[in-house]
């Protein structure tokens, strides 16, 4: 099994940052996995918000945090990051972290959450105006 723990979210105002980390354990991750970031806010559906390939060499982003948000990965650790600046309220929500289980190869498969077989328990991110 896979196990994913994020860290990183907590309260910030408009404007500024923060960084999140999901750490990946379990000796079936592999570095071919796809990872990626979601979010749910209160009363609204689980979204996609960034994805990267195995190799790094890829990623993917919901429209309204590009330029924003940068997703990276550092495979000797086996750990995803999500960047985020300028940050919105529209940011608030729990953010979860997702490894695919499997490698990806059509673009339209790294948003999808039905291809995402591991998630971590979620980090909550407010942003305040």
């Known amino acids: 099994q896979v196990q994913l723990v994020e860290s990183g979210g907590g309260l910030v105002q408009a404007g500024g940052s923060l960084r999140l980390s999901c750490a990946a354990s379990?000796?079936?991750?592999?570095?071919?996995?796809?990872m990626g970031w979601f979010r749910q806010a209160p009363g609204k559906e689980r979204e996609f918000v960034a994805a990267i390939s195995g190799s790094g060499t890829s990623t993917y982003y919901k429209d309204s945090v590009k330029g924003r948000f940068t997703i990276s990965r550092d495979n000797a650790k086996n750990t995803v990051y999500l960047q985020m600046n300028s940050l919105k309220p529209e940011d608030t929500a729990v953010y979860y972290c997702a490894a695919s289980g499997r490698g990806l190869y059509y673009s339209s498969s790294f948003s999808s959450e039905a291809n995402y077989n591991y998630w971590g328990q979620g980090t909550q991110v407010t942003v305040s105006s």
């Open positions: 379990g000796r079936t991750f592999s570095t071919y996995y796809a």
